[in-house]
């Protein structure tokens, strides 16, 4: 039992799942003189397209001080100290000089949905605009022969300068020869190790391009599997939930603009600006889940006070996003906050292993005796040796629960 509890102990207190947000000043100096350097580069460079920011702006009905608060918004997001604010505004005016190719393979093109859906132009939108997207074959005007010379032309004119975006899963067993693309009948493996071999890195969008996603799970008729998995010698970025969060997908280009370089990444490749938070951690409903407080059965008293949904199958201590932060569709709501527990779609295999409404296997929650006055870790950890897998250690109030414990308090 004792190593079991160490080896949970030790996967949720990883380096790898941390966020090191502070990292000294000579760090960020040498940073920020980096970026500087990356920045007169790129402004250097011919613009692809002739879209200018501030006209876009303009004409979107946008003014100068909403997009230095966007700014400064995604400077925190990005875990930049407020001093690269003005680098960060600049990285955006510039991103006309990035072309981008987007491809779509096993997929539904529901990161394309939510790249593009919404009320109105957003400042997120309007960065978008300005990267050139030199071929993304739901969107663009040309189709067939047309496209594909496109795209060459694309490879061609960029090698090794473009972001290639991939959408969907790669079928690599049975199904790799039923999944064709263009009059030639290449398959989508040869394709994508085709356009990925020019490009500067790839971007693995949403659930199925990073882990398989829904085609994985099982039985996996088409063998499928994610971008990393056949993308080899190319610095590769995942960026998975079903859908990927349009606010990560410009973070990352951003951070590329910004930097010259993919940002710091997690064991599975993600973005650690947008993948380094356990939901758990930042949910509206952590409170209830310390005081013991969970909905027992949807439409119950629990849930209409907006209760704990871990008994219900949420999946938020296993998962991790920071969609509890940056949230969707405007950052007006996100899955928990309308009711309905996290399914783990960031996590690998999560079909399989976590889309289901109930907690996980053996899990036997009980409410903590005492509610908050047991320590966090203590609760926490005792969840975990119940349900055989993870609950997440509050660090905030870890940190409280500790200061009270040095001070001999209760």
């Known amino acids: ?37 990356r920045l007169d580069a790129l402004r250097e460079q011919p613009a692809v397209n ?28 990005l875990m930049l100290p407020p001093m690269f604010t003005p680098l960060v505004a600049e990285a955006a005016e510039l991103m006309n000089r990035l072309p981008v190719v987007w491809l779509e393979l096993q997929d539904c093109a529901g990161n394309s949905e939510a790249l593009l859906r919404s009320d109105g132009p957003k400042i997120d939108e309007i960065v978008l605009d300005i990267i050139s997207l030199e071929f993304h074959e739901s969107l663009m005007a040309p189709s067939g022969h047309q ?6 032309d694309a490879m061609e004119h960029f090698k090794g300068n473009y972001l290639l975006f991939v959408e969907g899963s790669i079928p690599v067993g049975a199904g790799r020869d039923w999944c064709t693309i263009g009059a030639s009948g290449e398959t989508f493996l040869d394709h994508l190790n ?11 969008v949403g659930a199925c391009a990073t882990f398989g996603g829904i085609p994985a799970a099982a039985p996996n008729p088409t063998g499928a599997v994610g971008v990393m998995d056949v993308v080899k010698g190319k610095p590769v970025i995942n960026i998975p939930a079903c859908p990927a969060n349009p606010a990560n ?4 280009v951003l951070h590329y603009a910004l930097t010259g370089q993919v940002p710091e990444l997690d064991s599975l490749l993600r973005p650690k600006f947008a993948f380094g938070y356990r939901i758990h951690d930042n949910c509206e409903r952590r409170a209830h889940f310390d005081a013991g407080e969970y909905v027992e059965e949807w439409g119950d008293e629990g849930a209409k006070n907006n209760f704990c949904l871990y008994k219900m199958g949420c999946k938020g201590p ?15 709501n996100w899955p928990i906050g309308v009711g309905r527990g996290c399914i783990g779609c960031s996590e690998p295999d999560f079909w399989d292993k976590y889309a289901y409404e109930r907690p996980m296997a053996n899990a036997n929650i009980k409410a903590p005796t005492g509610g908050v006055e047991k320590t966090v870790d203590q609760f926490g950890l005792g969840l975990l040796t119940a349900a055989g897998i993870g609950i997440g250690i509050h660090a905030v109030a870890s940190a409280v629960a500790g200061k009270r414990e040095e001070g001999g308090e209760g």
Do not use: H, P
């Open 50 to 77: 002739r879209l200018d920011f501030d006209s876009l702006l303009t004409d979107e009905g946008q003014d100068r001080r909403e997009f230095m608060k966007w700014v400064s918004a995604v400077t925190a997001m």
């Open 318 to 332: 296993m998962t991790f996003n920071n969609c509890s932060i940056v949230r969707y569709n405007e950052g007006v």
């Open 249 to 252: 997908m410009v973070g990352v």
């Open 194 to 204: 085709r356009v990925a071999e020019n490009a500067a890195a790839v971007v693995a």
């Open 147 to 152: 496209a594909e010379k496109q795209l060459e």
């Open 1 to 37: 039992m004792a190593e079991r509890i160490d080896g949970v102990r030790k996967l949720f207190t990883s380096k790898s799942a941390r966020v090191d947000t502070n990292r000294g000043d000579l760090y960020y100096q040498q940073l920020f003189d980096t970026c500087r350097a």
